[in-house]
């Protein structure tokens, strides 16, 4: 059975991160889109997933390196939101399984081209 304050938790945070992200003066930050959040148990730490489409391997590196320098901004924008009294602490990971998924997609596709045309080869 899944623990509702920890779904309601991270749900929250998956709305008022970006909102903290579009307060940053970093424009690399700005429009970043968050994809999940998953919180551990004792909601200490949170794994903050990302999309990744459109940015490189550098780019990817640049904006974990900015979002590192930037969390205990985002972390006092989400205490000031909510009125908690402690807020975890924040892991930024870009989500690759949008690309995963659209490569797979290509593959089956392509997949089904050769058979279908295997199936008229014969016929």
């Known amino acids: 059975m899944k623990n509702i304050k920890l779904e309601r938790t991270q749900s929250l945070l998956k709305e008022l991160i970006p909102m903290a992200l579009a307060n940053l003066n970093d424009t690399r930050l700005n429009s970043l889109n968050v994809v999940e959040v998953k919180c551990s148990k004792g909601k200490y730490s949170a794994q903050v997933f990302l999309e990744s ?71």
């Open 53 to 123: 489409s459109f940015l490189t391997t550098h780019e990817q590196a640049e904006i974990l390196n900015q979002l590192k320098k930037a969390k205990n901004l985002i972390k006092e924008y989400c205490l000031e939101e909510i009125g908690w009294f402690r807020c975890p602490n924040f892991q930024f990971f870009f989500d690759n399984s949008l690309e995963r998924e659209n490569r797979l997609d290509k593959i089956f596709h392509t997949i089904a081209l050769e058979k279908e045309k295997r199936n008229n080869n014969v016929n």
